[in-house]
C-alpha cells in the first residue's frame, strides 16, 4: 500500500487499477479528513502514473459503500468552539469530489448498498458509475440541520422534471433503478456479480477495456419508482417557494404527496429553504465546480449554527429524533438570513471554479 493510506482506507495497486477501498465498516465507512486528504493525494500521484489504467472504489463490510462524512467530528468541534474545522475538512473533501469528476482515466465506483452524503460524492461523479438492487442512495442532510453538498446539488439538479426539487428537500431514498433513471449512476448489476466485475475489472490491462467488461455483466435497469411519481412531483414542487411547496404537497389528492409534505415539515426549516436554492441555482451552472463553490459557502456556516449542532445531537448523538430547530417553521426564516449564508468568504473561498484541475492542483500534493 502507498504511504497515504491509513487505517480506515486501503488505498493499493493490484495490475494496472489503481483500488480505494473505504474500510471503517462500523461507522459504515464515513469519511473522516485524513481519508480524504489520503484519496485525493493518491488520486492525483495516479492520474500522471502511466502504470495505472483506471481506478476503482468501494466499501468494506456488508451494508454499504458509504454514508456520509464523519460529521460528529464536525459537531463535537462546532461545540466546543472549532467552527472552523469545517474549512479544511470541507475544502479537501470538495477538492477530491472535482478532481473525481475530471478524472482523465476512467474512475469506476462501485454504489452497493448504502451511498448517502459523502458517498454520493466519492462516487456519482466518475465516469462508470454502478448500482446494484441493494442500493439505497439519499442526500439526507435537511434532517441534521445540513444542506446537500460534495457537488449534491449540481447532481440532483439535472434530475428529471423536479424529482431533484423532491429528492433533496424529504431526504428521499432513492433505488438503484431511480440512480440510472435519473443520471446518478450508469449500469445496473446484480450484487451477486459484484465479486466476479471486481475481479475481471482487476484483470484488465487497459483502461479502453472498461466498458465491454462492466456490460458482460450489468443488465437493464427496472423500473423507477421515483419517475413513477412524477406527475404529482412535478406539479408540487414548481412552486416557488418552500411554504408554497408544502401547500401544494398538502392539498394534492395523492397520498405520497402528503407523506412528502410531512416529511418536509421535519426537517430543518432553515436547511429546506437554503436547499432548495442551492438545486435550483445549481441547474443553471455549466460546470460541477461552480456548484461545490457554492456549496462550501453554505456549509461552513451551517456547521457554526444552531440546527447543525442540533440535528446532529438528536439524530446522532442523543438519538431522541426530536431536534428543536430555530426558527422552528419555514415561515420564519427570513430571506435576509438565507441571503447570509450565500454570500462570499472572501479570503476563505474555495475557488475551484476558477481553476484547471490538472495539473494546476497536483502542486498541493
Known amino acids: 500500500m502507498s504511504g497515504e493510506t491509513t487505517a480506515d482506507v486501503e488505498i493499493r495497486i493490484e495490475g494496472r487499477v489503481g483500488r480505494i477501498s473505504l474500510n471503517r465498516p462500523r461507522a459504515l465507512n464515513a469519511l473522516t479528513h485524513d481519508m480524504e486528504v489520503a484519496i485525493d493525494a493518491a ?10 489504467a483506471f481506478v476503482m472504489v468501494d466499501g468494506r463490510g456488508e451494508r454499504g ?10 459537531y463535537d468541534a462546532a ?17 477530491m469530489n472535482a478532481h473525481i469528476a475530471n478524472y482523465p482515466k476512467p474512475f469506476v465506483a462501485l454504489m452497493d448498498g448504502i451511498v448517502m452524503g459523502g458517498g ?3 462516487s456519482a461523479h466518475g465516469s462508470h458509475r454502478i448500482v446494484t438492487e441493494r442500493t439505497m442512495l439519499a442526500m439526507p442532510e435537511v434532517g441534521i440541520g445540513f444542506v446537500p453538498d460534495v457537488g449534491g446539488t449540481f447532481l440532483l439538479g439535472r434530475m428529471p422534471g423536479e424529482t431533484g426539487i423532491h429528492a433533496a428537500l424529504t431526504a428521499h431514498r432513492m433505488t438503484g433503478a431511480d440512480a440510472v433513471s435519473c443520471g446518478i449512476a450508469d449500469h445496473y448489476v446484480e450484487s451477486r456479480h459484484l465479486p466476479a466485475l471486481t475481479a475481471a475489472l482487476a484483470a484488465l490491462v487497459d483502461g479502453a477495456d472498461v466498458d465491454d467488461c462492466i456490460a458482460a455483466f450489468a443488465t437493464p435497469a427496472p423500473d423507477s419508482p421515483l419517475l413513477a411519481e412524477r406527475a404529482w412531483i412535478d406539479d408540487c414542487y414548481k412552486a416557488p417557494t418552500a411554504e408554497a411547496i408544502v401547500a401544494a404537497l398538502e392539498a394534492h389528492a395523492e397520498p405520497a404527496a402528503r ?7 421535519r426537517m430543518s426549516p432553515t436547511s429546506v429553504k437554503l436547499s432548495l436554492r442551492l438545486v435550483r441555482a445549481a441547474r443553471g451552472d455549466a460546470k460541477v465546480e461552480t456548484a461545490i463553490d457554492r456549496e462550501f459557502r453554505v456549509a461552513v456556516r451551517c456547521v457554526a449554527a444552531h440546527d447543525f449542532v442540533e440535528g446532529v445531537r438528536a439524530q446522532l448523538v442523543d438519538k431522541d429524533r426530536n431536534p428543536r430547530w430555530q426558527p422552528a417553521t419555514l415561515d420564519g426564516v427570513e430571506d435576509e438570513t438565507l441571503d447570509a449564508y450565500f454570500a462570499p468568504l472572501g479570503a476563505d473561498e474555495l475557488g475551484l471554479d476558477a481553476l484547471e484541475h490538472f495539473p494546476i492542483l497536483s502542486d498541493r500534493m
Open 79 to 95: 461545540k466546543s468552539g472549532g467552527e472552523r474545522l469545517a474549512f479544511p475538512f470541507f475544502g479537501d473533501e470538495y477538492r
Open 259 to 265: 407523506e412528502a409534505a410531512a416529511a418536509i415539515r
Open 65 to 74: 459503500l458509504c454514508a456520509g462524512g464523519d460529521i460528529r467530528a464536525l
Open 120 to 122: 454520493v460524492g466519492i
Open 43 to 52: 488520486l492525483l500521484r495516479w492520474a500522471d502514473d502511466p502504470s495505472v
